[in-house]
C-alpha cells in the first residue's frame, strides 16, 4: 500500500520556524515528484512548493519563496519543507503529495498519493 505520512506540524509563533517532513511507505520515492499543498479553513487548497523525483527542480508559491524550502532524501525516502518566518496566514493544514509527473505536481492535479495532513498554526 502506497502512503506518505507527514509529520512535524505545531503551533508556533508568527516569525517561527518549522520543518514538515513527508515519508513514504510502501514505495520508493526516488522516481516520484513530490509537493507540499496546503488547505486553510475556508478556503480552497492551494501549492506551496514543489520538487522533482532528482531533487533538481523546484518550484514555490510567490507568498512563500524565500521563506520556504523544499529538500529531499531520497536515501530515506523523505522530502522536507523548512518553513521559517512564518506567518498568521501560513495556517493551514499541511499535505505532502507524490507522482511520477513533475508537471502533474506543478499543477496540482489528480495525483496519485495523498498524505493525511499535518496542521501548522501560527499565532500572531
Known amino acids: 500500500q502506497l502512503q506518505l505520512v507527514e509529520s512535524g506540524g505545531g503551533l508556533v509563533q508568527a516569525g517561527g520556524s518549522l520543518r514538515l517532513s513527508c515519508e513514504a511507505s510502501g514505495f520508493d520515492l526516488d522516481y516520484y515528484a513530490i509537493g507540499w499543498f496546503r488547505q486553510a479553513p475556508g478556503k480552497e487548497r492551494e501549492g506551496v512548493s514543489c520538487?522533482?523525483?532528482?531533487?533538481?527542480?523546484?518550484n514555490y508559491a510567490d507568498d512563500v519563496k524565500g521563506r520556504f524550502t523544499i529538500s529531499r532524501d531520497n536515501a530515506k525516502d523523505t522530502v522536507y519543507l523548512q518553513m521559517n518566518k512564518l506567518k498568521p496566514e501560513d495556517t493551514a493544514v499541511y499535505y505532502c503529495a507524490a507522482d511520477l509527473s513533475f508537471p502533474k505536481v506543478v499543477g496540482g492535479g489528480n495525483l496519485e498519493v495523498w498524505g493525511q495532513g499535518t496542521l501548522v498554526t501560527v499565532s500572531s
Open positions: 520538487i522533482s523525483s532528482s531533487g533538481s527542480s523546484t
